[in-house]
């Protein structure tokens, strides 16, 4: 398993940590394996303050959107050719 990581800081750590001035959507209880394709807690800075929101974790591959566009993807050349090998 690679990438896992555990949250449990608390909103007064977050403000005297790093200045964060607003929570949107947050559910600041203790979560202990966080992976890739969760939703994370995650500090925004907008220009004018710091905001802390959820965003989903983990990697958009390129190749998935131009697989995704062919209407066969059986006949797809390109997509054939560009697919990961298992």
Known sequence: MCGRFARTSSRDALVAEFGVARFVN????????????LY??????????????????GFADSRLERRRSCPDQRACRDCYHDAALP
């Open 26 to 37: 947050v559910d600041l209880a203790p979560r202990y394996n966080i992976a890739p394709s």
């Open 40 to 57: 994370v807690e995650v500090i925004v800075n907008d220009g004018q303050e710091l905001r802390l929101g959820p965003m989903k974790w």
